[in-house]
């Protein structure tokens, strides 16, 4: 008999077989086929395996359907709808494997199973080596300690910027995690603000019950959150010598204010204006040119916030910076931003990264400057 004609009457008798031993030796002889032959089958014969597997494994028993998940979990490219059906099995020792490992899985797909089901598909899910921002979002709000850390420390699985957000707030109350979150290269500075804010709220909370001082409270909560939560590093100082907007900052001649910086930076004197705003921050030179540099606006906009700039003026620097014109993403990323993080809380952390980086403004020269404290 013609192999192919043979194959199709022993899966017709597989299909008839109720009792389900001959279709499970069936399901294994063409998985096994379609593993040996799918690299050179086109997505039609793919498209042909993954009817007949599917329609053999849907009735099979459980340790058959784990051994089918296993057998299909590493192939790059598999048979989709087979695979689905697996990921969504109401077992996990089914779907595990899938969930875990398998690229053939939709991201539409993934979403559902982190929205659905239990704790045990998340940490699945958690263990892939890559995941979109709407699946990880999922996990830090559903997910388990086990399961934010393990997304913290897969800097592969994309966060959003809530994802960060919320990664930070979390950060605050666990050591481990921040030192995690810290080392992600998608950390930006407004989330640094979002840890400093939920750390001093902590702890104050949970020293309320000491004696009314509220000034000394105060400040050590300043110094202790900023001290705890912050490194230079986060900044993100270092000189990027392939930016387009790099300028050559000169250090300014005369005494400056904000007054003056924002007039330099209305009639387009950039380099001026940076020099001034390091007098004001007490940062190098170097830093300021690297921040106003960088591929992100997040160091520039901690450095104006800590001076006092108001929203205007920065925006006009923001503009320089990018060529003339904001995109509308660019625009309100930095206002919700630069409203977000106050003054107060830039200043701190200025002060805590001038004495970490020991920088002394005004060339060491020891005069006061007015505007970080």
Known sequence: MNPILSLVADIENALSDDAGDRRHALLRRITG????????????????????????AIEIELAARMELSERLAD??????????????DDEIDVARPVIERSPCI?????????QERSIEFLTSLSKRVSLSTAVTDILLERGSADIVERVAKNSRQALSDVGLRLLAQKATEDQRLYRLVRGRPDLALRHVGAILEAAKQRVKSEMADLPDQPDILERALEVGAASLFVDPEVLDLKANENAAQKA???????????????????????????????????????????????????????????????????????????????????????????????KSTAERVMRFIASRLGNVANGGAGQTRSNVR
Not at 106 to 111: A, G, R
């Open 33 to 56: 086929l379609f593993i040996d032959q799918v690299p050179d089958l086109n997505e039609e014969h793919i498209s042909v395996f993954d009817e007949v597997i599917l329609c053999l």
């Open 75 to 88: 192939l790059p490219r598999g048979p989709r709808r087979t695979i689905q059906n697996l990921a969504h």
């Open 106 to 114: 939709s991201n539409e797909d993934l979403t559902r199973i982190a």
């Open 248 to 342: 050559t900052i000169v250090w300014p001649v005369w005494p400056t204010d904000l007054r003056r910086i924002a007039n330099q930076i209305e009639r387009g004197d950039i380099a001026e204006a940076l020099a001034g705003m390091a007098y004001l921050a007490e940062i190098s030179r170097e830093s300021v040119e690297a921040a106003f540099a960088a591929a992100q606006f997040d160091s520039i906009l901690f450095m104006a916030r800590a001076i006092g700039m108001d929203w205007p003026i920065f925006m006009v620097l923001l503009k320089a910076r990018e060529g003339g014109e904001l995109s509308s993403d660019i625009y309100q990323r930095a206002h919700s931003s630069f409203h977000a993080l106050s």
